[in-house]
Protein backbone atom coordinates (compact mmCIF):
# COMPACT_ATOMS: atom_id res chain seq x y z
CA UNK A 1 0.00 0.00 0.00
CA UNK A 2 1.16 3.15 -0.83
CA UNK A 3 2.53 5.56 2.08
CA UNK A 4 -0.58 7.93 3.69
CA UNK A 5 -0.56 11.77 2.47
CA UNK A 6 -2.87 14.31 4.80
CA UNK A 7 -4.13 17.55 3.87
CA UNK A 8 -2.96 19.95 6.22
CA UNK A 9 -4.59 23.46 5.79
CA UNK A 10 -3.91 26.69 7.42
CA UNK A 11 -0.70 26.16 8.73
CA UNK A 12 1.46 28.52 9.17
CA UNK A 13 5.58 29.05 7.28
CA UNK A 14 7.52 29.84 10.20
CA UNK A 15 10.99 30.00 8.47
CA UNK A 16 11.33 28.73 4.89
CA UNK A 17 14.88 27.97 2.38
CA UNK A 18 16.01 26.31 -0.41
CA UNK A 19 18.84 23.35 -0.18
CA UNK A 20 20.74 21.38 -2.25
CA UNK A 21 22.22 21.59 -5.58
CA UNK A 22 21.72 25.20 -6.89
CA UNK A 23 18.68 25.79 -4.47
CA UNK A 24 16.56 22.72 -6.47
CA UNK A 25 15.07 21.75 -2.74
CA UNK A 26 12.99 23.63 -0.49
CA UNK A 27 13.23 23.27 3.41
CA UNK A 28 10.33 24.84 5.72
CA UNK A 29 9.04 24.74 9.28
CA UNK A 30 5.53 24.96 10.23
CA UNK A 31 3.38 25.77 12.44
CA UNK A 32 -0.23 25.12 13.77
CA UNK A 33 -1.91 25.35 16.86
CA UNK A 34 1.67 25.73 18.57
CA UNK A 35 2.98 22.55 17.25
CA UNK A 36 6.43 22.93 14.80
CA UNK A 37 7.63 20.19 12.27
CA UNK A 38 10.10 20.64 10.06
CA UNK A 39 9.47 19.72 6.19
CA UNK A 40 11.22 19.11 3.23
CA UNK A 41 9.67 19.63 -0.61
CA UNK A 42 11.92 18.18 -3.00
CA UNK A 43 12.26 20.16 -6.63
CA UNK A 44 10.25 22.70 -5.03
CA UNK A 45 13.14 25.33 -4.57
CA UNK A 46 11.09 27.93 -6.49
CA UNK A 47 8.67 28.29 -3.88
CA UNK A 48 8.84 31.67 -1.87
CA UNK A 49 7.16 31.42 1.40
CA UNK A 50 7.16 33.21 4.44
CA UNK A 51 5.28 33.34 8.17
CA UNK A 52 1.61 33.60 6.69
CA UNK A 53 -0.78 30.64 6.06
CA UNK A 54 -0.27 27.65 3.44
CA UNK A 55 -2.06 24.50 2.56
CA UNK A 56 0.23 21.52 1.96
CA UNK A 57 -0.02 18.09 0.96
CA UNK A 58 2.15 15.59 3.00
CA UNK A 59 3.65 12.21 4.17
CA UNK A 60 6.24 11.42 7.25
CA UNK A 61 9.33 10.91 6.51
CA UNK A 62 12.67 9.78 8.36
CA UNK A 63 15.05 12.59 8.64
CA UNK A 64 18.47 11.56 8.99
CA UNK A 65 21.18 13.73 9.03
CA UNK A 66 25.04 13.98 10.94
CA UNK A 67 23.99 11.92 13.64
CA UNK A 68 20.43 12.96 14.14
CA UNK A 69 17.46 10.61 13.37
CA UNK A 70 14.05 12.10 14.10
CA UNK A 71 10.79 12.32 11.49
CA UNK A 72 9.50 15.15 9.60
CA UNK A 73 7.39 16.23 6.18
CA UNK A 74 7.76 14.78 3.43
CA UNK A 75 5.98 17.66 1.54
CA UNK A 76 4.25 16.71 -1.96
CA UNK A 77 2.76 20.38 -2.52
CA UNK A 78 1.91 23.58 -0.96
CA UNK A 79 -0.29 26.89 -2.00
CA UNK A 80 1.21 29.60 -0.75
CA UNK A 81 -1.09 32.08 1.51
CA UNK A 82 -1.93 35.22 0.83
CA UNK A 83 -0.77 37.79 2.76
CA UNK A 84 2.53 35.52 3.04
CA UNK A 85 2.96 37.15 6.66
CA UNK A 86 0.23 37.03 8.63
CA UNK A 87 -0.60 40.77 10.62
CA UNK A 88 0.18 40.35 13.95
CA UNK A 89 0.53 44.01 16.11
CA UNK A 90 2.08 42.51 18.95
CA UNK A 91 5.02 40.41 17.28
CA UNK A 92 5.42 44.11 15.87
CA UNK A 93 5.75 45.61 18.95
CA UNK A 94 7.96 42.95 20.49
CA UNK A 95 10.20 42.98 17.54
CA UNK A 96 10.57 46.70 17.54
CA UNK A 97 10.76 47.07 21.45
CA UNK A 98 13.11 44.41 21.58
CA UNK A 99 15.55 46.30 19.47
CA UNK A 100 15.03 49.60 21.31
CA UNK A 101 16.17 47.61 24.53
CA UNK A 102 19.27 46.53 22.67
CA UNK A 103 20.28 50.01 21.05
CA UNK A 104 23.43 51.11 22.66
CA UNK A 105 26.93 51.49 21.25
CA UNK A 106 27.65 53.36 17.58
CA UNK A 107 25.52 56.08 16.45
CA UNK A 108 26.08 55.90 12.72
CA UNK A 109 23.22 57.23 10.58
CA UNK A 110 22.01 55.11 7.66
CA UNK A 111 21.91 56.40 3.86
CA UNK A 112 18.32 58.26 3.76
CA UNK A 113 16.37 56.86 0.53
CA UNK A 114 13.17 57.98 -0.92
CA UNK A 115 12.49 54.87 -2.80
CA UNK A 116 13.81 51.38 -2.95
CA UNK A 117 16.41 50.25 -4.72
CA UNK A 118 17.13 48.00 -7.68
CA UNK A 119 18.28 44.85 -6.90
CA UNK A 120 21.22 43.95 -9.44
CA UNK A 121 22.48 39.72 -9.70
CA UNK A 122 20.94 37.41 -7.88
CA UNK A 123 22.85 37.86 -4.46
CA UNK A 124 23.53 40.54 -1.52
CA UNK A 125 20.92 42.64 -0.33
CA UNK A 126 18.49 42.12 2.34
CA UNK A 127 15.19 44.27 2.79
CA UNK A 128 14.40 44.32 6.79
CA UNK A 129 10.82 44.46 7.82
CA UNK A 130 9.27 45.38 11.38
CA UNK A 131 5.62 45.33 9.78
CA UNK A 132 4.06 42.66 8.25
CA UNK A 133 2.29 45.11 5.93
CA UNK A 134 5.74 46.23 4.59
CA UNK A 135 7.17 42.31 4.16
CA UNK A 136 3.73 41.41 2.24
CA UNK A 137 3.82 44.67 -0.31
CA UNK A 138 7.48 43.82 -1.13
CA UNK A 139 7.29 39.81 -1.65
CA UNK A 140 4.34 41.07 -3.91
CA UNK A 141 6.78 43.29 -5.58
CA UNK A 142 9.74 40.89 -5.91
CA UNK A 143 8.08 37.68 -5.69
CA UNK A 144 11.62 35.83 -5.99
CA UNK A 145 12.89 37.04 -2.49
CA UNK A 146 13.67 34.70 -0.16
CA UNK A 147 11.94 34.76 3.57
CA UNK A 148 12.83 34.65 6.45
CA UNK A 149 11.88 35.41 10.11
CA UNK A 150 13.74 37.12 12.69
CA UNK A 151 17.14 35.91 10.83
CA UNK A 152 17.83 35.21 7.35
CA UNK A 153 20.96 32.81 7.89
CA UNK A 154 21.04 31.17 4.46
CA UNK A 155 24.61 30.69 3.91
CA UNK A 156 24.66 31.89 -0.14
CA UNK A 157 22.89 35.14 0.76
CA UNK A 158 20.31 35.34 -1.80
CA UNK A 159 18.39 38.76 -2.07
CA UNK A 160 16.02 37.97 0.51
CA UNK A 161 13.14 39.91 3.32
CA UNK A 162 13.48 39.19 6.44
CA UNK A 163 10.81 40.55 8.65
CA UNK A 164 11.31 41.36 12.65
CA UNK A 165 14.92 41.42 12.09
CA UNK A 166 17.26 40.03 15.04
CA UNK A 167 20.40 41.89 14.97
CA UNK A 168 22.11 39.66 17.57
CA UNK A 169 21.45 36.55 15.58
CA UNK A 170 23.75 34.58 12.94
CA UNK A 171 22.74 35.96 9.81
CA UNK A 172 24.22 35.66 6.58
CA UNK A 173 26.65 37.60 4.66
CA UNK A 174 25.02 40.77 2.52
CA UNK A 175 26.02 43.58 0.72
CA UNK A 176 23.49 46.09 1.82
CA UNK A 177 20.80 46.24 4.31
CA UNK A 178 17.47 48.36 3.78
CA UNK A 179 15.72 49.14 6.88
CA UNK A 180 12.41 49.19 4.90
CA UNK A 181 10.12 50.54 7.60
CA UNK A 182 12.89 53.18 8.68
CA UNK A 183 15.55 52.65 11.64
CA UNK A 184 14.48 52.40 15.22
CA UNK A 185 16.84 54.16 16.36
CA UNK A 186 19.95 56.05 15.63
CA UNK A 187 22.45 52.78 16.47
CA UNK A 188 20.21 50.34 14.30
CA UNK A 189 22.45 50.89 11.24
CA UNK A 190 25.52 49.73 12.95
CA UNK A 191 23.99 46.50 14.80
CA UNK A 192 22.58 45.65 10.95
CA UNK A 193 25.80 45.78 9.83
CA UNK A 194 27.47 43.66 12.62
CA UNK A 195 24.98 41.08 11.83
CA UNK A 196 25.41 41.16 8.17
CA UNK A 197 28.67 42.48 7.49
CA UNK A 198 27.16 45.05 5.14
CA UNK A 199 28.81 47.32 3.53
CA UNK A 200 25.83 49.66 3.76
CA UNK A 201 23.00 50.03 5.08
CA UNK A 202 19.92 52.03 3.50
CA UNK A 203 17.10 53.54 5.33
CA UNK A 204 13.23 54.34 3.94
CA UNK A 205 11.39 57.07 5.79
CA UNK A 206 9.63 55.69 9.23
CA UNK A 207 6.71 54.04 8.40
CA UNK A 208 3.55 55.62 9.77
CA UNK A 209 2.13 52.35 10.82
CA UNK A 210 5.41 51.63 12.87
CA UNK A 211 5.34 55.10 14.58
CA UNK A 212 1.40 54.54 15.26
CA UNK A 213 2.14 51.03 17.01
CA UNK A 214 5.19 52.72 19.25
CA UNK A 215 2.89 55.07 20.17
CA UNK A 216 0.72 52.87 21.36
CA UNK A 217 3.59 50.95 23.21
CA UNK A 218 4.56 54.80 24.96
CA UNK A 219 3.81 54.42 28.73
CA UNK A 220 4.09 56.47 31.81
CA UNK A 221 5.17 56.87 35.23
CA UNK A 222 0.88 55.68 36.31
CA UNK A 223 0.51 52.79 33.76
CA UNK A 224 3.14 51.09 34.97
CA UNK A 225 2.61 51.54 38.78
CA UNK A 226 -1.18 49.93 37.27
CA UNK A 227 1.18 46.91 35.58
CA UNK A 228 3.11 46.11 38.61
CA UNK A 229 -0.15 46.01 40.75
CA UNK A 230 -2.17 44.41 38.42
CA UNK A 231 0.68 41.57 38.06
CA UNK A 232 1.43 40.97 41.64
CA UNK A 233 -2.50 40.10 42.25
CA UNK A 234 -2.32 38.36 39.46
CA UNK A 235 -4.52 39.76 36.46
CA UNK A 236 -4.07 39.47 33.20
CA UNK A 237 -2.28 42.56 32.17
CA UNK A 238 -3.65 42.24 28.60
CA UNK A 239 -6.83 42.60 29.81
CA UNK A 240 -6.39 45.62 31.80
CA UNK A 241 -4.95 48.09 28.82
CA UNK A 242 -4.03 47.12 25.01
CA UNK A 243 -1.70 44.98 24.47
CA UNK A 244 1.03 46.58 23.12
CA UNK A 245 1.19 48.66 25.92
CA UNK A 246 1.05 45.31 27.80
CA UNK A 247 3.84 44.02 26.13
CA UNK A 248 5.91 47.18 26.84
CA UNK A 249 4.98 47.46 30.60
CA UNK A 250 6.20 43.87 31.13
CA UNK A 251 9.33 44.62 29.49
CA UNK A 252 9.87 47.79 31.44
CA UNK A 253 9.30 46.21 34.62
CA UNK A 254 11.65 43.30 33.58
CA UNK A 255 14.42 45.59 33.09
CA UNK A 256 13.53 47.37 36.21
CA UNK A 257 13.98 43.85 37.69
CA UNK A 258 10.57 43.91 39.27
CA UNK A 259 9.29 41.28 37.04
CA UNK A 260 10.90 37.92 35.75
CA UNK A 261 9.46 37.39 31.66
CA UNK A 262 10.19 34.70 29.58
CA UNK A 263 11.90 34.99 25.88
CA UNK A 264 8.89 36.05 24.59
CA UNK A 265 8.05 38.76 27.19
CA UNK A 266 5.28 36.77 28.85
CA UNK A 267 5.04 37.51 32.64
CA UNK A 268 6.54 34.27 35.02
CA UNK A 269 6.34 35.72 38.25
CA UNK A 270 6.85 38.64 40.69
CA UNK A 271 10.85 39.74 42.23
CA UNK A 272 11.25 40.68 45.26
CA UNK A 273 10.63 44.90 45.22
CA UNK A 274 13.59 47.51 44.80
CA UNK A 275 13.87 51.41 44.72
CA UNK A 276 14.58 50.97 40.69
CA UNK A 277 13.05 53.87 38.89
CA UNK A 278 11.44 53.53 35.08
CA UNK A 279 14.70 55.66 34.06
CA UNK A 280 16.60 52.73 34.67
CA UNK A 281 15.13 50.84 31.90
CA UNK A 282 16.39 51.44 28.35
CA UNK A 283 13.72 50.49 26.93
CA UNK A 284 11.29 53.07 29.01
CA UNK A 285 14.09 55.83 27.90
CA UNK A 286 13.79 54.88 24.13
CA UNK A 287 10.03 55.16 23.94
CA UNK A 288 9.74 58.56 25.64
CA UNK A 289 12.88 60.00 23.65
CA UNK A 290 11.11 59.06 20.22
Known sequence: NPAPRFLLRGVSVVSSRTVGSGGAHLKATFGKDGVRKDGIAFGMGGTRLGGGAA???????RNEYNGYVGAQLAVKAILPGDPAFAPDTVAEARSALTELSRQGGDAEAPERIAS????NGHRGTLFAC???????????????????TQCADDPRGFHALCLYPDWDAAHARFDTVV?????LHPGEAARAKAATGAARVLAMPRNPALTEMLGACRTGVDELRDAWRALRDGMDLSLQMPP???????????????ARLDGNGAFVSMLPASGAQP???ALYRALNEL
Open 116 to 119: LPPL
Open 279 to 281: EAS
Open 179 to 183: LADGA
Open 244 to 258: CQALACRMILGEMGL
Open 55 to 61: DIVAGIA
Open 130 to 148: RCAGTANMLRRAMPDLMVF
